[in-house]
């Protein structure tokens, strides 16, 4: 089974809207982390939002806001007002285990499109 | 800061030629992270180290790959030989315990084997 799915391999999203991401994840392990990250058209990965597994408050980082659903195994990535800037492709990833097991694993990504 | 530094940037070299990447971590930062991305595999860990050991190596895909860390500020992919179907980017990254939730990803290494 797939540790990270994103089931939408392509968004269009008019400008100024808010979009939802979709990621689903499969774990065994309490200790968790989960991640998005934004790699725009020239290829560098940036880093947007950390979800762990024990936090009981979804993350916010901006515009950037993760809906943690633990019981269903999701981390959507939620972008409010989006913007031109924010067409990029979109990875969900995620830490197993507790601290010292630094290995990511990636889903294969969300290309967003922002449209004018 | 001046963030993960990875060299070459672009790579084109012929089947059977040994490849070299390299990639300056940020400073006191004690992980260092090797990934490679295609469009068939996506982006996949090769290689991590904590302190300069290799800690996983799962992701190696074969004997070919060989990483190095011989000090805290500097590492190497090795590929040797060299495959067309080895052309991917690879990144570096890292972190450490000040920023533990967040990788440092360099802006990658692109590599064209003909």
């Keep these: 089974a797939q540790k990270i799915t994103q089931t939408q391999p392509g968004m269009f999203v008019q400008e100024k809207e808010a979009v939802t991401l979709d990621c689903t994840y499969d774990t065994s392990d309490q200790s968790y982390g989960l991640f998005w990250y934004k790699q725009p058209s020239s290829g560098e990965m940036i880093f947007l939002i950390y979800q762990g597994s024990y936090d009981e408050q979804n993350a916010t980082e901006g515009r950037y806001s993760l809906n943690f659903q633990k019981a269903r195994k999701s981390a959507n990535l939620v972008i409010s007002a989006s913007q031109l800037g924010d067409s990029a492709m979109y990875f969900c990833a995620m830490r197993e285990g507790p601290f010292g097991n630094e290995k990511l694993t990636f889903g294969t990504g969300t290309r967003l499109t922002i449209i004018p | 800061d001046a963030g993960v530094i990875q060299s070459p940037r672009h790579e084109v070299t012929e089947m059977g030629q040994e490849v070299t990447l390299r990639c300056k971590p940020i ?77 440092f990803f360099g802006p990658g290494t692109r590599l064209t084997v003909l």
Excluded at chain 2, 39 to 66: A, K, Q, T
Excluded at chain 2, 86 to 96: L, P, Q, R
């Design chain 2, 27 to 103: 400073s006191g930062h004690d992980y260092l992270f090797w990934y490679r991305q295609t469009m068939m595999r996506g982006l996949e860990l090769l290689i991590y180290f904590n302190n300069n050991v290799p800690i996983d190596d799962s992701g190696m895909p074969e004997d070919r790959f060989s990483a190095k860390m011989p000090n805290a500020s500097f590492s190497t992919l090795k590929i040797q030989p060299s495959e067309p179907r080895d052309s991917a980017v690879y990144f570096c990254a890292s972190t450490g315990l000040a920023a533990y939730n967040e990788q």
